[in-house]
């Protein structure tokens, strides 16, 4: 498994954006996708994006697509999540996850996902 640090979070005004890291470390050596993730209070977890080891292919709920995109550096080991035109329902903690294993889909199943993050809090105020 691999050890993920996710940052980034903040206080921003609706329409504003924000910009999440996720910093792997450990067996980085595997190849793994890597999807966002978000939790609101009193709410489930949900998918938010997802990309492929190469890059190549991302995955969006529609909730966000358009306006977030998901990149990933592999000379940095780092997984970005650009968020653009923010509203107050994307209010939660965002968490980054790591799934190690070969699927012909990205997944959007926190089940499937192997590695967290430890979250960081994003807030959208009107």
């Known amino acids: 498994q691999v050890q993920l640090v996710d940052a980034g979070g903040g206080l921003v005004q609706a329409g504003g954006s924000l910009r999440l890291s996720c910093a792997a470390s450990g067996r980085t050596g595997r190849r793994y996708s890597t999807g966002w993730f978000r939790q609101a209070p009193g709410k489930e977890r949900e998918f938010v994006a997802a990309i492929g080891w190469s890059g190549g292919i991302t995955y969006y709920a529609d909730s966000v697509k358009g306006r977030f995109t998901i990149s990933r550096d592999n000379a940095k080991n780092t997984v970005y999540l650009q968020m653009h035109s923010l509203k107050p329902e994307d209010t939660a903690v965002y968490y980054c996850?790591?799934?190690?294993?070969?699927?012909?889909?990205?997944?959007?199943?926190?089940?499937?996902?192997?590695?967290w993050g430890q979250g960081t809090q994003v807030t959208c105020s009107s």
């Open positions: 996850a790591a799934d190690s294993q070969f699927r012909a889909i990205l997944s959007r199943l926190p089940i499937e996902y192997d590695s």
